[in-house]
C-alpha cells in the first residue's frame, strides 16, 4: 500500500474569553486556507464531546485529508504560508499541537 494518504491532526484551543472569535476565525478563514495549499484535499473541524479517560487541554481537533509522498513537505508547505494567511490573536498557539499520521492499511467500513 502507498503511503500517499496521510491525516494532519491539529489540536487546538482558544484563548480564554475568545472562543467566539476563534471559532468564527477558523471556520472563515482558517480551515478554508489551509485546504488551498498543496497537498490537502480536505479539512473539517471537531469539538471533544467525550472521554474514556483524561480530557486534553484542547477541546478542538481540525482533521485534514493530505494526498502527496511527502508528508512533512506537505506539512512544511502550511507553515511555510502562515505570513499569508489570516491569523488570530483567539488561538492559544502554546497549546497547539500538529500530528500527521500516514496510511498503512485498508479502510474498512461498517455494513449497512
Not at 478542538?60 to 512544511?76: M, N, Q, T, V
Not at 491569523?87 to 474498512?108: C, M, P
Request: glycine share 6%; with cysteine; net charge negative.
Amino acid at each position: 500500500m502507498s503511503n500517499s494518504r496521510h491525516l494532519l491532526l491539529a489540536l487546538t484551543q482558544p484563548v480564554e474569553g475568545k472562543e467566539d472569535a476563534f471559532n468564527a476565525w477558523y471556520d472563515a478563514h482558517h480551515v478554508p486556507e489551509c485546504v488551498q495549499v498543496n497537498g490537502f484535499k480536505s479539512g473539517q473541524r471537531f469539538k471533544l464531546s467525550a472521554s474514556n479517560g483524561e480530557s486534553p487541554s484542547q477541546a478542538y481537533l481540525a482533521l485534514y485529508e493530505l494526498e502527496g509522498d511527502d508528508p512533512r513537505a506537505i506539512l512544511d508547505g502550511l507553515l511555510s504560508t502562515r505570513d499569508r494567511r489570516i491569523q488570530s490573536d483567539a488561538i492559544d498557539r502554546d497549546k497547539t499541537l500538529l500530528w500527521v499520521f500516514s496510511e498503512i492499511g485498508e479502510k474498512h467500513e461498517a455494513d449497512d
